[in-house]
Structure formats: C-alpha cells, structure tokens
C-alpha cells in the first residue's frame, strides 16, 4: 500500500487484533468444544465457557495489576494456579503452604486478598 510504512501497517493491525486476542483468549476457556448430539450439554459448556471468561475479566480488573492485566489464560493458569505449594497436616488442622522462592507468590497473595476482603463492582470492558 503507497503511503503507508511497515510500522504504521503493524501499528494498524495490532489496533484490530482485539478481537483476535478475545477469540484465542475464548478458546483456551474451552469454548466452542461441544458435546456429541446433545444440545442440552453444548448450552451447558457455553455457558461454563461465558462464567469462566467473566471471572477472568473480574480477576483481572480487580485483582491483577500491571502487565499482568493482558497476560492469556492459559499464563494466568500456569503462573497463579499451578504455583508449587505443599499440603501440611497439623493438630486436625491442614494448611497449603507455597514456596517462598516462587515469583508469582506476592501476586497471588494479593489477588486472594482482594477476593477475601470483597471486590469492587467490576470495571467496564
């Protein structure tokens, strides 16, 4: 195209790829999986699929700060959910006890926190 350099194109495309970013984001959520012939169950996963991405935005304008705001699913996934903790059992009372070492501790600390104390009506999308 005349006029237009390689950085402004770039620039162009990555306005527009929002709606990319949401799709991928949406299949990483499982959405758009289907049962077999059962539309009772497709609705179902639908479903599961639209509370599962509104919990993630709610995660993320409320308990996620920084560049952590556009990390995908499946970062948020590896990165929060699967930090390396230990179950310890102690006089009837058991306990998850995350490495000290691990990055993602302090952010995780922070968005249970948040949780626990009660979020704030979520921002608009």
Same mark, same amino acid.
């Given at each position: ?5 390689? $950085?402004?194109?770039? *620039? ?7 709606? =990319? ?12 999986? !289907?049962? $077999? ?6 609705? /179902? ?9 509104? &919990?993630? +935005? ?5 308990? &996620?700060?920084? %560049?952590?705001?556009?990390?995908? #699913?499946?970062?948020? %996934? ?5 930090? #390396?903790?230990?179950? !310890?059992? +102690?006089?009837? *009372? !058991?306990?998850? *006890?995350? @490495?000290? @070492? =691990? ?8 968005? /249970?926190?948040?949780?626990? !104390?009660?979020?704030? #009506? #979520?921002?608009?999308?």
């Amino acid at each position: 195209m005349e006029g237009i350099g390689p $950085v402004e194109a770039w *620039r162009a495309y990555n306005a527009g790829a929002v709606v =990319e970013r949401r799709i991928g984001e949406l299949g990483q959520l499982s959405a758009g999986r !289907t049962a $077999v012939d059962d539309l009772g169950g497709n609705a /179902l996963l639908w479903s599961l699929a639209v509370l599962a991405y509104q &919990l993630l +935005h709610i995660l993320r304008a409320n308990c &996620l700060g920084g %560049r952590w705001r556009a990390v995908q #699913p499946r970062g948020i %996934r590896l990165r929060l959910l699967r930090a #390396p903790a230990r179950i !310890t059992s +102690h006089a009837r *009372r !058991t306990s998850l *006890r995350f @490495a000290r @070492a =691990e990055p993602a501790l302090g952010l995780l600390g922070r968005a /249970l926190r948040t949780i626990a !104390t009660g979020l704030a #009506p #979520p921002a608009p999308a």
